[in-house]
Nanobody, 122 residues
Framework: VQLQASGGGLVQAGGSLRLSCVAS????????MAWFRQAPEKEREFVAAVRNGGNTDYSDSVKGRFTISRDYAKNTVYLQMNSLKPEDTAVYYC?????????????????WGQGTQVTVSS
């Protein structure tokens, strides 16, 4: 399984970005997909996850601003990020795991994309 993340960039505070993560190698429709992020000198942290069937989970810091979704036909997961803040600046990673639980722990996810940089200026 390979995950390819894209869509990062530089945006002003209050702006929006949409990240995409395309999976290849197998169909991940039954898997749980997630986004994590890592800011400089900080640990990687959970952002959002979506399981087969559409149930979602978000960290408190992004709830109400970010939306995770998936396109089964395209084997792709998205992260729509609105009302961005400077503290959202980080490298964003997509991840996948075969079990259905909406987990926050990064060590549970078996597959990772290469990361895409999101920078929010004030």
């Amino acid at each position: 399984v390979q995950l390819q993340a894209s869509g990062g960039g530089l945006v002003q505070a209050g702006g929006s970005l949409r990240l995409s993560c395309v999976a290849s190698g197998r169909t991940l429709s039954a898997w749980t997909m997630a986004w994590f992020r890592q800011a400089p000198e900080k640990e990687r942290e959970f952002v959002a996850a979506v399981r087969n069937g559409g149930n979602t989970d978000y960290s408190d810091s992004v709830k109400g601003r970010f939306t995770i979704s998936r396109d089964y036909a395209k084997n792709t997961v998205y992260l729509q990020m609105n009302s961005l803040k400077p503290e959202d600046t980080a490298v964003y990673y997509c991840a996948a795991k075969a079990s259905p639980a909406l987990a926050h722990r990064s060590d549970i996810y078996a597959y990772w994309g290469q990361g895409t940089q999101v920078t929010v200026s004030s």
